[in-house]
């Protein structure tokens, strides 16, 4: 069964840093790309950054330079640094497979506001 948790959200002030975790089981995390996807109220899910078996990342435009994913396959483990917070970063972050597979964690809360 393929679960995944996210951790690591909060509340930061803009221009903060956070980094947010994920630990995947009931699949061969090594084989797959993992991506980092978020949600703000009233949008639509959208993907934010991915990266391959290898370590090879890319971003959406509007984090590139700020947010760093990166994987630990020992630990079947996907982070997301994320620095220079703003607040349209604002929004509940969840990770996955790349392209999306159907199960999705409860996500963690990232705030950013003064």
């Known amino acids: 069964q393929v679960q995944l948790v996210e951790s690591g959200g909060g509340l930061v002030q803009p221009g903060g840093s956070l980094r947010l975790s994920c630990a995947a089981t009931?699949?061969?995390?090594?084989?797959?790309?993992m991506g980092w996807y978020r949600q703000a109220p009233g949008k639509q899910r959208e993907l934010v950054a991915t990266i391959n078996n290898g370590g090879s990342a890319n971003y959406v435009d509007s984090v590139k330079g700020r947010f760093t994913i990166s994987r630990d396959n020992a630990k079947n483990t996907v982070y997301l640094q994320m620095n220079s917070l703003k607040p349209e970063d604002t929004a509940v972050y969840y990770c996955n497979r790349y392209p999306r597979g159907p199960y999705w964690g409860q996500g963690t809360q990232v705030t950013v506001s003064s």
């Open positions: 009931g699949f061969t995390f090594s084989s797959y790309v």
